[in-house]
C-alpha cells in the first residue's frame, strides 16, 4: 500500500515546490497593494503642499489676498502700486522656495514636491495586504512585483501599437 503524500516537498517548513495562486487572486491582490501605495503618495503629496504653502511661505495667504480682489476691478489692480507689492512679495516667496539668494535672481514658479511616502510604508502595506488575502508577506511581496511586471508589459505593448 502506498502512502498518500499532500504536501509539495521536504519535511521543512515551506519545502518544496511554491503554491501557485489563481490569476484572479494575484491581479485583486496586486491591485490592492498598488491602490494603498497610490493612497500613500498621494497623502504624501497633499501633506508637502500645506507644509510649503502654510508653513514654510506665505504663498497661500498671497494669492487669497489676489483672489479677494473683485473680477472688475483686476485690470486697474494689475496697474496699481498694490500689484507691485504683490508681486515683489510673491518673487521673494518663490527666491525662498528656489534657494536663491537675491532677490532680482531668475525664479521659476515650478516647484517639485517629494511625491515618495513616507518609510517603512511598503512594509505596511505588505503586512496589511497579506492580513487581507491570509498569505505571508514574502508571497504578498512577490505577487505585488508579478502584478508590477504585468502592468508595465501591458504598458509597453500599448506603446507598441503606436
Not at 491570509?134 to 512577490?142: A, G, R, S
Request: include cysteine.
Amino acid at each position: 500500500m502506498k502512502k498518500v503524500i499532500e504536501k509539495h516537498g521536504g519535511k521543512r517548513q515551506g519545502a518544496g515546490r511554491p503554491f501557485k495562486f489563481p490569476f484572479e487572486f494575484k491581479m485583486r491582490a496586486g491591485q490592492l497593494c498598488e491602490e494603498m501605495w497610490h493612497e500613500a503618495t498621494l497623502a504624501q503629496i497633499k501633506t508637502a503642499k500645506k507644509k510649503l504653502l502654510v508653513q514654510d511661505t506665505d504663498l497661500q495667504a498671497l494669492f487669497r489676498k489676489a483672489n479677494s480682489v473683485p473680477v472688475k476691478d483686476r485690470s486697474e489692480w494689475l496697474l496699481s502700486e498694490n500689484y507691485e507689492v504683490h508681486s515683489s512679495d510673491v518673487s521673494v516667496e518663490l527666491a525662498n522656495i528656489n534657494g536663491c539668494e537675491t532677490e532680482f535672481a531668475s525664479t521659476s514658479r515650478v516647484v517639485t514636491i517629494e511625491a515618495k511616502p513616507p518609510r517603512g510604508t511598503r512594509k505596511a502595506i505588505l503586512r496589511e495586504v497579506a492580513a487581507v488575502f491570509k498569505i505571508t508577506e514574502k508571497q504578498t511581496d512577490n505577487i505585488w512585483q508579478q502584478y508590477r511586471l504585468f502592468e508595465k508589459s501591458l504598458t509597453l505593448s500599448d506603446t507598441d501599437l503606436d
